[in-house]
Structure formats: C-alpha cells, structure tokens
DNA sequence: TTGTACGCGTTATCAA
DNA sequence: TTGATAACGCGTACAA
C-alpha cells in the first residue's frame, strides 16, 4: 500500500491540489464547508503531508542541527550534556523546532554536515574546526560555534576558561602551594602546551597566567604538567605517576572533575589524605563533585545558559541576518573541601 | 548569494545534471577524467547536494527520531536518558544515521509526528498512546515503542518493571515489613491504581503481586498508597505527610529513586534514622543512588541495552519488514543500606 | 478556488 | 561504456 498523497485526497474530495494545501495550511483561504470537507476525508484516508516534500517547497525544516565532534555513545556520556541540551531544548520547545543530534558519519565529518536536512547547525567544541568551518559554510546554512576559538565573522558562545582556571589556580597559589601538578586532558600533543586549542588551551592558558602571577611557570621542578586521558582511571594513572616521583606535588590542579575525582580516589586507595596531604582541584562542577568525599573544589561553568544563548543566537540568525557576535559567559570557582594549606614541612 | 545547486556545476562543468549526479554517487559509470573534473568543479564551486531534494527523491532521510512524550528540557533533567541514548547512538553510529530529537510542538505530538522528516521513529514511555499510535500509523514510517503498553503489531521494548517492583516490595516484605507505604508517582488517577497503564501501571502491578504473596493488599491501613510528584520535593513531601498519621509506616517504597531520596533527605531532616527507624526503596538506580547517604536500595534496568535493542528493531525495520516483537529486559534489585528489619515494638 | 510553474536532485530509458 | 533526456517525488506559491 503505496503512501497516500495530496493528489489522492484531492481526487477524492473532489477539489485541486491547492485546495488541499489550503485545507491544511491557510484554512481560512476556503470556505469552511469545503476546508472540513477535505480535513474529513484526509482523516479517513490517513493522510499527512509528507515532511521532505513539505520542506523542499517552504525552504526550511524546523530543525536544527547539534554537530558534534565524536560518536554519539561518547558524547552523551560527557555530564555537562543533558544540561547543555536543556539550554538548546529550551530554545526548540519555544521555537517550535526539533533537534537533530549530528555525529560523524563513517567518520566523516563532512559527510554529516552534508547529509543533515536542518536549518542551521551548532557546534560543540570542534577540534579541527578549520576543515570543518568550510564545508560548514559550503554547506550554506547559518551555524553557531560553542567552545570553539572563535572565528570572524561566525558567532561564537564560549566560556571563561581561561578565567577560571586562573581563578583555580590563583586559588592554589594563594593558599600557599609552591609544588604543583597539572593534569591536562590529553591532547595528542604530548606536552607541548604551546599548541594547544580551543576549550584546552584557553584553560591551560589561565593555569599559566595565574602561575605567573606568582612569578613562576612550568619548569618540570616545583610546577609539572602531565597529560591523562579525561576519564577516573586517567586520573587515577596520572596521580600514580606523580607519585613515584622524588617530589610529590603539595597540589593538583586537573583540567576536568573526572580526573580530578580519579587523582582523589587513587590518593586516598594509597592512603594519602586529601587535603591534608594533598590538594586536588577540578574543572566543570560536575554533579559528582560535590557529592564525593571530600567534596571537589572546582570550577563552574553555565552550560545551560550557553545552550540556550547559542540557540537562540541562531534562530535569530535562522529568521534574521544578524551581526555576528562573540559571547563570553562567566565562570567561578566553587571552593569546597579538596583544597587547603600545604604541610609546613612540605612547603 | 543563492546556493548553487546541481545545474550550476553542470553548465560549468558542460555535462549535463545526471553526470554531476553520477560524479558523486556513482562515479563508476562516468569516464575517471570527466567524474574527477565534476567533482573538482563541485569543490571550487562550494556545491555540495542539497539533502532535502536528495530525501526527495530518495525516500530516505538517513534519520532515526526519538519521540518524547515531554519537552526536551525536562525530559534530559531525567537521569536514565544519556544511557539510554547511549545505546541509541551506538547503532546510530554503526548503521550510519542521526537522531532527531522530537518533542511535541506547541503542545501538539500529532503536530511533531507529522513534521519530522525521519526513516522511523523510536517512541519512548508515551501516555496517551492510543492517540499518538494513530498518527504514527498514518503518517507512514516504521516504530518501535519503548517502556509503553505493547499494542498489538508493534515491536516494543519493555523492561521487567513489574518483576523488578515485585522483588523491591517481595524484599520489604521478607525482611519483616507490615507496614508499608506506596510513594507512587502521580498519575493525575488520584490513587486509582486500578487504572495505571505503561510503567506505572506495571510497577504498581508488581507491588501489588508481592503484597499478594504475603496475603496483603492496600487497604488505607497497613498498606497505604499516596501519589506525588517524581521530584525530590514530592519525595519530601510524601514523608511529611506520611509522618503526620497516627501509624508510621517502617517502610516506604517508591516508585523512583528521586522520590526515596526526598524522603532519605526529609527523614533525616526530621531526625528519623534510616533505615533503623524507616526503609526506603527507590527505582532506576541512578547515580545517586549509591553515592548517598544511605546507599539506596533500588531496582535496576539496561537503560543502554534498552535504547540498543529498540533501535536496532527499528533500523531493521526500516531496510526490511520483519515480525513484529514484544522484548522485555530484565531488572534487578540492588540491595544497598536503606532497607534493614523494623524495630521489635512497631511490628 | 484552480491551474501551473517551481524547488532540486535521482533514476529509468534511450542514444551514440 | 559513457552520457543525455525526461519523468518523477510532493507539496507550495502565484497568477488567473
């Protein structure tokens, strides 16, 4: 049984193809007998007007598209997620519009941003954005960047990484350590934090300017810096190593909660105490965090807010030109009980 | 700046639009020289196919949707649905596809189903679902319904809620529990459990099989039932009003976890020990429920395997037909810290 | 209210 | 084998 159309309930009512649009969409444009006549026979016939056809004529979809740099298993599994898609949900639910979650597809970006019938994209935290920015303008739809560098002429939503992790680590320094850690998310560059982008390098980036404001830097001395993946057993590993060290750091600061709350979890199996012993500072103020013991001082971020301000940013630029704008949205240190004072013997 | 579209490229390209459309999805039946000139062509031009004319004509959309009876941002606040969409994603991932998410419009789920261009829906926990079946019907894709009332011919997917609620109640019972409060979920019935349908219905009917065992029934005295919000201020305020009768019960069993913890959280508050002088069981085992203070004692279900198994019934579905099936995964209980023997005098 | 052009690719048919 | 012509899919918009 071949899908019911316009032309078969236009036939069976007995009116044009028009009519039955007008029935539908602009009802007001018949006369009320006909336009319930049609509504009727459509009912029983079980008609709706196809969505791509529908589309293909109005020009638009009434959806846009969240374009995402890793599979959809290992996105959704990121905590701040739910909270961000509560942002943009907001947004749909008073626009009218549905959400399209856009992975790489046979791990082609582009091959997604091609295929993916939307009115617009967001983006989360593209790494290669470069690549990925020209087939987004190609691709001719308007697009919002989230927590990705910036890029002229596209609006962009970010957060205050770098302020917030100088904030953590001004926290650090300011309660007296001098021997510090920093655990980086892995980045494929191995340590050389000159290179890198985006989300990490604006926070390493603070962790560097709240160093200098205590006029030191990364020297692989009193103040190291190694990179983990950003998972519990990274951080766990990543404490590990520190560990076997001649010199262990007085304090860690982590560029994620996930690592900073595998570094709490392995000190305290080894039967280091957190903060006496060891200090341990997080990044993201994921629920996790205050609920752990001890509770994790950390950074916090408005992914809700930044959902919701990139959406609308882009329904706007969906209806409307509109000057491209970059958004910074604050962040601020939640100090809870992973940090105090280093030991005087060990300062 | 109009889009180009495919006879842009074959006028410059002087082929005709059938070879462009070749040069991209059939190369193999143009001359190498001509498809690799087309496809350069493409590339300089900034062509790539428009995806709502290639679904045009195709009659697919390389999309799968996610019908959701509530509005995006309430309905990812829901603990399971990262899982959940977990497993989703992995066979969106393997397959190739993207997930639309689809809420309803304006209030309106026939108005959602009609628009979105997908290949099939997924359905989770619908309510009315005779009215949204319908539409679904008629608007023409294959579905799946999850964590609903199998209807006939549909492939569902179902957890053993009613197994997974006999064991929490079967648990109380056997460890010496007589009196019992229900902390149901509110239904807008008022207490009608008789007419509870989906997972509501099912979880109430499992309680029910359990009381039966032990020849008990609700009965207002010893076993009572009382309907609040799935929020922790429900859960809260199911204590209060519990606490102000004259007979406490030693045991409250809730529909959801987040309802046990308002109740952990107003119990403490109120001084009452838990579980010495109250149990508690929940349902859903999410995060949280382990990491407070008392371990919850809960039900557990495959919220990854779940959203898996639906979707891929669902792509298999759409390439084919195929028999309809009912599948129901397993739950099981969890014993943690909230539940212990009541005390000698209340029994 | 209606007829018709239109949007943009894909594909069956046909020709060289 | 290589490529062109034309029909098709399904609504919407505009002139009549």
Redesign the interface.
């Known amino acids: 049984m071949a899908?019911v159309n316009i032309k078969d309930i236009a036939q069976k009512a007995g009116v044009s193809k028009t009519a039955v649009s007008f029935a539908f969409n602009n009802p007001s444009r018949l006369s009320e007998s006909t336009a319930q006549q049609i509504l009727t026979i459509a009912e029983e016939m079980?008609?709706?007007?196809d969505?791509?056809?529908?589309?293909?004529s109005t020009g638009h979809?009434?959806?846009i598209?969240l374009l995402l740099p890793q599979?959809?298993?290992e996105?959704?599994?990121n905590p701040f997620?739910?909270?961000f898609?509560?942002?943009?949900?907001?947004v749909?639910?008073h626009s009218?519009l549905?959400?399209?979650?856009?992975?790489p597809?046979?791990g082609s970006m582009r091959r997604?941003i091609?295929?993916?019938?939307v009115d617009g994209f967001l983006t989360l935290g593209l790494e290669e954005y470069k690549a990925t920015m020209v087939?987004l303008?190609?691709?001719?739809v308007p697009f919002v960047t989230v927590d990705s560098d910036p890029i002229e002429g596209v609006p962009a939503i970010n957060v205050d990484d770098a302020g917030g992790a100088c904030q953590a680590m001004h926290h650090v320094l300011a309660i007296g350590h001098r021997q510090i850690a920093i655990l980086a998310i892995r980045s494929g560059k191995q340590g050389h934090y000159q290179e890198y982008v985006g989300t990490l390098g604006a926070r390493m980036h603070g962790y560097l300017q709240a160093l200098q404001q205590f006029g030191l830097s990364i020297n692989g001395r009193s103040v190291r810096l190694l990179e983990c993946t950003s998972t519990e057993n990274g951080g766990m590993e990543g404490f590990q190593a520190l560990w076997k060290l001649r010199r262990h750091p007085t304090a860690i600061v982590a560029m994620s909660d996930i690592i900073a709350i595998g570094v709490i979890k392995a000190a305290t199996a080894a039967g280091v105490q957190v903060p006496q012993d060891l200090s341990v500072v997080g990044f993201d103020d994921i629920?996790?965090a205050s609920?752990?013991h001890p509770a994790l001082t950390t950074v916090a971020q408005p992914s809700r807010e930044k959902g919701q301000i990139a959406a609308s940013q882009l329904v706007k630029l969906i209806e409307s030109s509109l000057e491209p704008v970059h958004q910074v949205l604050p962040t601020r240190l939640i100090e809870r009980a992973s940090v105090c004072p280093p030991k005087k013997e060990e300062n």
């Open positions: 899908r079980g008609y709706s007007p969505p791509v056809a529908r589309s293909m979809t009434g959806t598209g599979p959809l298993p996105i959704v599994r997620f739910p909270e898609v509560e942002g943009i949900g907001e749909c639910t009218g549905s959400l399209m979650l856009v992975s597809l046979k997604a091609v295929n993916a019938a087939v303008r190609q691709r001719g629920t996790l609920l752990i």
